[in-house]
């Protein structure tokens, strides 16, 4: 079974960055669509930007174009988002979810693989 974990999460101030990383194992992250979603307390969870490998694509929401990269590292089996400007209405626990690429489309909901996640605070 494929198993995803995050890291990096933290608390910044407005204008800060962080880089969080969803590893897999069990699985190369060349089969599977890598979504990072999140959710902020009493707010329901949304996506943030998706990664692909065959081909090399991506996506993301409109909140986070220009302020948030997505990026992967087969070698090490990762998925990055690194997250500049931040503001305090990024405030939220962040999730990577995996879903096998060939079935998946943006704006999928239903994933096969959650992360634990990660959380992310902005202090402004």
């Known amino acids: 079974q494929v198993q995803l974990v995050e890291s990096g999460g933290g608390s910044v101030q407005e204008g800060g960055s962080l880089r969080l990383s969803c590893t897999l194992s069990?699985?190369?992250?060349?089969?599977?669509?890598i979504v990072w979603f999140r959710q902020g307390s009493g707010k329901e969870r949304e996506a943030v930007a998706a990664i692909t490998s065959n081909p090399l694509t991506t996506y993301y929401e409109n909140f986070a174009k220009g302020r948030f990269t997505i990026s992967s590292d087969n070698v090490v089996n990762t998925v990055y988002l690194q997250m500049d400007n931040l503001i305090p209405e990024d405030t939220a626990h962040y999730y990577c979810?995996?879903?096998?690429?060939?079935?998946?489309?943006?704006?999928?909901?239903?994933?096969?693989?959650w992360g634990p996640g990660t959380q992310v605070t902005v202090s402004s």
């Open positions: 069990r699985f190369s992250i060349d089969f599977y669509a």
């Open positions: 979810a995996a879903k096998w690429e060939r079935l998946w489309a943006w704006g999928d909901t239903k994933y096969d693989y």
